[in-house]
Protein backbone atom coordinates (compact mmCIF):
# COMPACT_ATOMS: atom_id res chain seq x y z
CA UNK A 1 0.00 0.00 0.00
CA UNK A 2 1.05 3.53 -0.31
CA UNK A 3 2.99 5.13 2.58
CA UNK A 4 -0.06 7.48 3.47
CA UNK A 5 -1.94 4.48 4.35
CA UNK A 6 0.87 2.85 6.45
CA UNK A 7 1.31 6.15 8.56
CA UNK A 8 -2.27 6.73 8.86
CA UNK A 9 -2.85 2.89 10.46
CA UNK A 10 0.26 3.76 12.64
CA UNK A 11 -1.32 6.69 14.12
CA UNK A 12 -4.53 5.08 14.76
CA UNK A 13 -2.88 2.54 16.59
CA UNK A 14 -1.42 4.97 18.90
CA UNK A 15 -4.84 6.99 19.46
CA UNK A 16 -6.49 3.41 20.07
CA UNK A 17 -4.46 3.54 23.09
CA UNK A 18 -0.71 2.21 22.46
CA UNK A 19 0.47 5.42 22.61
CA UNK A 20 0.52 5.61 26.28
CA UNK A 21 2.88 2.61 26.96
CA UNK A 22 5.96 5.00 26.36
CA UNK A 23 7.13 8.09 25.25
CA UNK A 24 8.05 8.33 21.98
CA UNK A 25 5.57 5.61 20.97
CA UNK A 26 3.55 7.70 18.35
CA UNK A 27 6.70 7.76 16.26
CA UNK A 28 7.76 4.15 16.90
CA UNK A 29 4.44 3.28 15.49
CA UNK A 30 4.19 5.52 12.96
CA UNK A 31 7.99 4.68 11.48
CA UNK A 32 7.72 1.35 12.20
CA UNK A 33 4.42 1.30 9.82
CA UNK A 34 6.99 2.89 7.08
CA UNK A 35 9.86 0.87 7.64
CA UNK A 36 10.12 -2.20 5.17
CA UNK A 37 9.91 0.35 2.18
CA UNK A 38 13.62 1.25 3.26
CA UNK A 39 14.00 -1.19 0.21
CA UNK A 40 13.18 1.77 -2.20
CA UNK A 41 16.92 2.69 -2.15
CA UNK A 42 17.29 0.15 -4.18
CA UNK A 43 16.42 2.91 -6.81
CA UNK A 44 19.92 3.88 -6.35
CA UNK A 45 21.69 0.75 -7.56
CA UNK A 46 18.97 -1.25 -9.65
CA UNK A 47 18.33 -0.11 -13.12
CA UNK A 48 15.16 -1.07 -15.84
CA UNK A 49 13.21 -4.06 -14.12
CA UNK A 50 15.54 -4.85 -11.49
CA UNK A 51 13.63 -3.00 -9.17
CA UNK A 52 10.82 -5.44 -9.38
CA UNK A 53 13.02 -8.51 -8.26
CA UNK A 54 14.39 -6.45 -5.54
CA UNK A 55 11.38 -5.22 -3.46
CA UNK A 56 8.85 -6.21 -1.11
CA UNK A 57 11.29 -9.31 -0.60
CA UNK A 58 14.33 -8.86 2.08
CA UNK A 59 13.06 -6.48 3.95
CA UNK A 60 9.68 -7.23 4.54
CA UNK A 61 10.31 -10.94 5.88
CA UNK A 62 10.51 -12.17 8.92
CA UNK A 63 14.37 -11.33 9.97
CA UNK A 64 13.80 -7.89 8.94
CA UNK A 65 10.66 -7.13 11.24
CA UNK A 66 12.54 -8.80 13.86
CA UNK A 67 15.79 -6.52 13.39
CA UNK A 68 14.64 -3.52 12.12
CA UNK A 69 12.07 -2.43 15.15
CA UNK A 70 15.14 -3.05 17.00
CA UNK A 71 16.77 -0.69 14.93
CA UNK A 72 14.29 2.05 15.22
CA UNK A 73 13.61 1.56 18.57
CA UNK A 74 17.51 2.01 19.49
CA UNK A 75 17.24 4.98 17.69
CA UNK A 76 14.42 6.62 19.48
CA UNK A 77 15.66 5.43 23.03
CA UNK A 78 19.01 7.45 21.78
CA UNK A 79 17.40 10.09 20.83
CA UNK A 80 15.39 10.96 24.36
CA UNK A 81 18.07 10.58 26.27
CA UNK A 82 20.50 12.91 23.73
CA UNK A 83 17.89 15.36 24.63
CA UNK A 84 17.62 14.83 28.57
CA UNK A 85 21.55 15.79 27.94
CA UNK A 86 21.17 19.16 26.09
CA UNK A 87 18.04 19.88 28.63
CA UNK A 88 15.68 20.01 25.83
CA UNK A 89 13.91 16.91 26.64
CA UNK A 90 9.91 18.03 26.50
CA UNK A 91 8.30 18.02 29.95
CA UNK A 92 4.94 16.48 29.14
CA UNK A 93 6.64 13.38 27.35
CA UNK A 94 5.77 9.92 28.98
CA UNK A 95 9.06 8.07 30.18
CA UNK A 96 10.90 5.95 27.03
CA UNK A 97 10.71 2.25 28.17
CA UNK A 98 13.17 0.47 25.42
CA UNK A 99 11.09 -3.05 25.75
CA UNK A 100 7.80 -0.90 25.00
CA UNK A 101 9.41 1.20 21.93
CA UNK A 102 10.38 -2.20 20.27
CA UNK A 103 7.11 -3.66 21.13
CA UNK A 104 5.24 -1.30 19.41
CA UNK A 105 8.62 -0.54 16.52
CA UNK A 106 7.47 -4.42 15.68
CA UNK A 107 3.62 -3.95 16.02
CA UNK A 108 4.22 -1.20 13.21
CA UNK A 109 6.32 -2.79 11.52
CA UNK A 110 4.20 -6.11 10.95
CA UNK A 111 1.19 -3.54 9.43
CA UNK A 112 2.99 -3.20 6.66
CA UNK A 113 3.48 -6.93 4.94
CA UNK A 114 -0.42 -6.66 6.11
CA UNK A 115 -1.14 -3.81 3.98
CA UNK A 116 0.62 -4.45 1.07
CA UNK A 117 -0.38 -8.53 0.69
CA UNK A 118 -3.86 -6.94 0.26
CA UNK A 119 -3.17 -6.34 -3.37
CA UNK A 120 -2.29 -7.59 -6.32
CA UNK A 121 1.59 -6.26 -6.73
CA UNK A 122 2.32 -9.39 -4.49
CA UNK A 123 5.32 -9.79 -1.33
CA UNK A 124 7.33 -12.35 -0.49
CA UNK A 125 6.43 -12.93 3.39
CA UNK A 126 9.08 -15.46 3.71
CA UNK A 127 12.36 -13.97 2.18
CA UNK A 128 14.90 -15.04 2.48
CA UNK A 129 13.97 -18.61 3.33
CA UNK A 130 11.52 -18.87 0.72
CA UNK A 131 10.77 -16.89 -2.91
CA UNK A 132 7.46 -17.35 -2.85
CA UNK A 133 4.92 -14.21 -3.92
CA UNK A 134 1.81 -13.88 -2.28
CA UNK A 135 -1.10 -12.24 -3.01
CA UNK A 136 -4.07 -10.98 -1.37
CA UNK A 137 -6.28 -9.20 -4.34
CA UNK A 138 -8.24 -7.05 -1.49
CA UNK A 139 -7.82 -3.33 -2.66
CA UNK A 140 -5.92 -1.08 -4.97
CA UNK A 141 -2.49 0.22 -3.65
CA UNK A 142 -4.17 3.66 -3.12
CA UNK A 143 -7.59 3.16 -1.24
CA UNK A 144 -9.28 6.44 -0.84
CA UNK A 145 -11.95 4.95 1.17
CA UNK A 146 -9.34 3.40 3.85
CA UNK A 147 -8.49 6.88 3.71
CA UNK A 148 -11.48 8.35 4.50
CA UNK A 149 -11.82 5.55 7.38
CA UNK A 150 -8.40 6.16 9.12
CA UNK A 151 -8.36 9.41 8.80
CA UNK A 152 -12.09 10.22 10.08
CA UNK A 153 -11.30 8.10 13.11
CA UNK A 154 -8.18 9.74 14.29
CA UNK A 155 -9.27 13.18 13.56
CA UNK A 156 -11.97 12.52 15.88
CA UNK A 157 -10.20 10.76 18.03
CA UNK A 158 -7.52 13.94 18.41
CA UNK A 159 -10.70 16.07 18.68
CA UNK A 160 -11.80 14.07 21.91
CA UNK A 161 -8.19 14.29 23.10
CA UNK A 162 -8.11 17.81 23.00
CA UNK A 163 -11.38 18.52 24.77
CA UNK A 164 -10.91 15.80 27.46
CA UNK A 165 -13.05 13.45 26.47
CA UNK A 166 -12.96 9.31 25.86
CA UNK A 167 -10.45 9.54 23.06
CA UNK A 168 -9.60 5.82 21.92
CA UNK A 169 -12.81 5.01 21.32
CA UNK A 170 -13.26 6.54 17.84
CA UNK A 171 -9.88 5.25 16.78
CA UNK A 172 -10.86 1.35 18.00
CA UNK A 173 -14.11 1.46 16.13
CA UNK A 174 -12.11 2.87 12.62
CA UNK A 175 -9.80 -0.11 12.97
CA UNK A 176 -12.58 -2.01 13.63
CA UNK A 177 -14.73 -0.40 10.21
CA UNK A 178 -11.36 -0.99 8.43
CA UNK A 179 -11.46 -4.12 9.33
CA UNK A 180 -14.98 -4.73 8.07
CA UNK A 181 -14.18 -3.15 4.78
CA UNK A 182 -11.16 -5.25 4.40
CA UNK A 183 -13.00 -8.46 5.09
CA UNK A 184 -15.87 -7.04 2.24
CA UNK A 185 -13.46 -6.36 -0.74
CA UNK A 186 -12.47 -9.89 0.03
CA UNK A 187 -15.59 -11.69 -0.34
CA UNK A 188 -15.65 -9.45 -3.36
CA UNK A 189 -12.42 -10.57 -4.62
CA UNK A 190 -13.32 -14.03 -3.78
CA UNK A 191 -16.56 -14.13 -5.17
CA UNK A 192 -15.04 -12.77 -8.73
CA UNK A 193 -12.41 -15.60 -8.89
CA UNK A 194 -14.91 -18.12 -8.58
CA UNK A 195 -16.81 -17.05 -10.43
CA UNK A 196 -13.82 -16.75 -13.28
CA UNK A 197 -12.77 -20.05 -12.70
CA UNK A 198 -16.27 -21.50 -13.43
CA UNK A 199 -17.18 -19.83 -16.59
CA UNK A 200 -14.00 -21.29 -18.04
CA UNK A 201 -14.56 -24.91 -17.50
CA UNK A 202 -10.60 -25.44 -17.64
CA UNK A 203 -8.32 -26.60 -14.73
CA UNK A 204 -5.53 -24.85 -16.22
CA UNK A 205 -6.09 -21.24 -16.33
CA UNK A 206 -5.58 -18.48 -13.70
CA UNK A 207 -8.21 -15.87 -12.08
CA UNK A 208 -7.06 -12.58 -10.69
CA UNK A 209 -10.38 -10.12 -9.61
CA UNK A 210 -7.88 -7.26 -9.43
CA UNK A 211 -9.48 -4.07 -7.35
CA UNK A 212 -9.84 -0.99 -9.64
CA UNK A 213 -9.11 2.98 -8.22
CA UNK A 214 -12.06 4.18 -6.35
CA UNK A 215 -14.97 1.62 -7.14
CA UNK A 216 -13.95 -1.10 -4.87
CA UNK A 217 -17.23 -3.05 -5.30
CA UNK A 218 -15.51 -3.53 -9.19
CA UNK A 219 -12.90 -5.96 -10.63
CA UNK A 220 -10.77 -6.20 -12.96
CA UNK A 221 -11.17 -9.70 -14.49
CA UNK A 222 -8.19 -11.26 -15.63
CA UNK A 223 -8.07 -15.01 -17.27
CA UNK A 224 -5.23 -17.30 -18.57
CA UNK A 225 -2.36 -19.36 -18.10
CA UNK A 226 1.03 -17.66 -17.10
CA UNK A 227 2.65 -21.03 -18.86
CA UNK A 228 0.77 -20.23 -22.62
CA UNK A 229 1.19 -16.26 -22.11
CA UNK A 230 -2.33 -15.28 -23.19
CA UNK A 231 -4.54 -13.43 -21.61
CA UNK A 232 -8.16 -12.04 -21.75
CA UNK A 233 -8.81 -8.67 -19.72
CA UNK A 234 -11.03 -7.13 -18.57
CA UNK A 235 -11.67 -3.69 -17.30
CA UNK A 236 -14.87 -1.87 -16.11
CA UNK A 237 -15.42 0.70 -18.31
CA UNK A 238 -13.62 -0.53 -21.33
CA UNK A 239 -13.39 -3.39 -23.88
CA UNK A 240 -12.26 -6.51 -23.35
CA UNK A 241 -8.93 -7.78 -25.09
CA UNK A 242 -7.33 -10.72 -25.40
CA UNK A 243 -3.29 -10.66 -26.19
CA UNK A 244 -0.50 -13.06 -25.78
CA UNK A 245 1.49 -15.50 -27.76
CA UNK A 246 2.53 -18.96 -26.54
CA UNK A 247 6.10 -18.16 -25.98
CA UNK A 248 6.72 -21.59 -26.05
CA UNK A 249 8.82 -20.73 -29.67
CA UNK A 250 10.66 -18.71 -27.69
CA UNK A 251 14.07 -19.77 -25.76
CA UNK A 252 12.70 -17.47 -22.22
CA UNK A 253 15.44 -20.03 -19.87
CA UNK A 254 18.68 -18.90 -22.28
CA UNK A 255 17.31 -15.06 -22.31
CA UNK A 256 17.20 -15.33 -18.53
CA UNK A 257 20.44 -16.19 -17.97
CA UNK A 258 22.02 -13.80 -20.40
CA UNK A 259 19.70 -10.45 -20.21
CA UNK A 260 19.24 -9.82 -16.03
CA UNK A 261 16.61 -7.64 -17.13
CA UNK A 262 14.55 -10.09 -18.07
CA UNK A 263 15.41 -12.72 -15.33
CA UNK A 264 14.06 -10.11 -12.80
CA UNK A 265 10.82 -9.64 -14.92
CA UNK A 266 10.14 -12.91 -14.55
CA UNK A 267 10.65 -13.69 -11.08
CA UNK A 268 8.47 -11.20 -10.11
CA UNK A 269 5.84 -12.00 -12.51
CA UNK A 270 2.49 -13.09 -11.79
CA UNK A 271 0.37 -12.94 -15.71
CA UNK A 272 3.54 -12.59 -18.21
CA UNK A 273 2.50 -12.38 -21.52
CA UNK A 274 4.76 -11.81 -25.00
CA UNK A 275 3.16 -9.28 -27.09
CA UNK A 276 4.51 -7.17 -30.32
CA UNK A 277 5.18 -3.81 -30.42
CA UNK A 278 5.29 -0.95 -33.52
CA UNK A 279 8.30 -3.03 -35.75
CA UNK A 280 7.53 -6.02 -34.85
CA UNK A 281 9.83 -5.77 -31.46
CA UNK A 282 8.79 -8.25 -29.03
CA UNK A 283 7.78 -7.51 -25.48
CA UNK A 284 7.08 -9.38 -22.21
CA UNK A 285 4.40 -7.64 -20.29
CA UNK A 286 2.04 -8.94 -17.28
CA UNK A 287 -1.27 -8.41 -17.66
CA UNK A 288 -1.97 -6.56 -14.16
CA UNK A 289 -0.47 -3.61 -15.47
CA UNK A 290 -0.97 -2.83 -19.04
CA UNK A 291 -1.82 0.61 -18.48
CA UNK A 292 0.08 3.11 -20.97
CA UNK A 293 1.75 4.93 -18.89
CA UNK A 294 2.90 2.39 -16.56
CA UNK A 295 3.64 -0.17 -19.13
CA UNK A 296 7.40 -0.17 -20.27
CA UNK A 297 7.89 0.04 -16.23
CA UNK A 298 6.47 -3.55 -16.09
CA UNK A 299 7.55 -4.42 -19.21
CA UNK A 300 11.10 -5.64 -21.11
CA UNK A 301 12.00 -6.04 -24.18
CA UNK A 302 13.28 -9.77 -25.56
CA UNK A 303 16.45 -10.21 -27.62
CA UNK A 304 15.90 -9.69 -31.40
CA UNK A 305 16.28 -13.03 -32.71
CA UNK A 306 13.30 -14.54 -30.67
CA UNK A 307 10.53 -15.87 -32.06
CA UNK A 308 7.06 -16.89 -31.30
CA UNK A 309 4.28 -19.44 -31.88
CA UNK A 310 1.49 -17.10 -33.70
Known amino acids: MDNLTHSLVGAVLGQAGLKR ?17 VDVACFLWLEGTGHLAFRRGITHGPPALVLLPLVLAGLLWGFDRWQARRGTRPAGRL ?11 FIGCLTH ?22 YGDMLFIID ?13 SRRREKAGGAWMRP ?22 E ?21 AFWQREKLVGNPSHGRWYV ?48 LWIGDARFTDARVKDR ?4 LPEGCRIID
Open 234 to 281: ETPGKEPWLDGYDPAGCDLAGARKTDPQIDAFLFWSRAPYVHKREGGA
Open 21 to 37: RTGLAMPALIIGANLPD
Open 95 to 105: PVRFGWLYALA
Open 298 to 301: FAVA
Open 144 to 156: PWLWAILSASLWL
Open 113 to 134: PALDWLNVYGIRLLEPFSSQWF
Open 171 to 192: AQLGIAAALAYIGVNGAITATV
Open 194 to 214: RSLLAESGRGDVMAIAAPVPF
